[in-house]
């Protein structure tokens, strides 16, 4: 059973870098095919998908964040991360971390999710 758990600070101060860190546990960021994607909900509003980094190091952004969006991983640790650049009270979302077997299919495993408010 793969396990996702976002961590990261739940207070940003606008036009700093927002953070976040998924620990997978029970499967491997680097099994063949595999993608680890990070998604958001701001309040009252439907799910954003933010980016995506593949099992080989690809990754690939939403072309709306995509000046403001890097996603990271280190492999020793079985985790990938999220930084978002320069954010705005918009940015202010639950985060959640999820895991679909290839680029493109349905995301099998998520993450509780995480509130960040980016304060004004």
């Known amino acids: 059973q793969v396990q996702l758990q976002e961590s990261g600070p739940g207070l940003v101060k606008a036009s700093q870098t927002l953070s976040l860190t998924c620990t997978v546990s029970?499967?491997?960021?680097?099994?063949?095919?595999?993608?680890w994607t990070w998604i958001r909900q701001p309040p009252g509003k439907g799910l954003e998908w933010m980016g995506v980094i593949a099992y080989d190091g690809s990754a690939f952004y939403s072309p709306s964040l995509k000046s403001r969006t890097s996603i990271s991983r280190d492999t020793s640790k079985n985790q990938f991360s999220l930084q978002l650049s320069s954010v705005t009270p918009e940015d202010t979302a639950v985060y959640y971390c999820?895991?679909?077997?290839?680029?493109?299919?349905?995301?099998?495993?998520w993450g509780q999710g995480t509130q960040v408010t980016v304060s004004s």
């Open positions: 999820a895991r679909s077997a290839r680029l493109g299919s349905l995301y099998d495993y």
């Open positions: 029970g499967g491997s960021i680097t099994t063949s095919f595999s993608a």
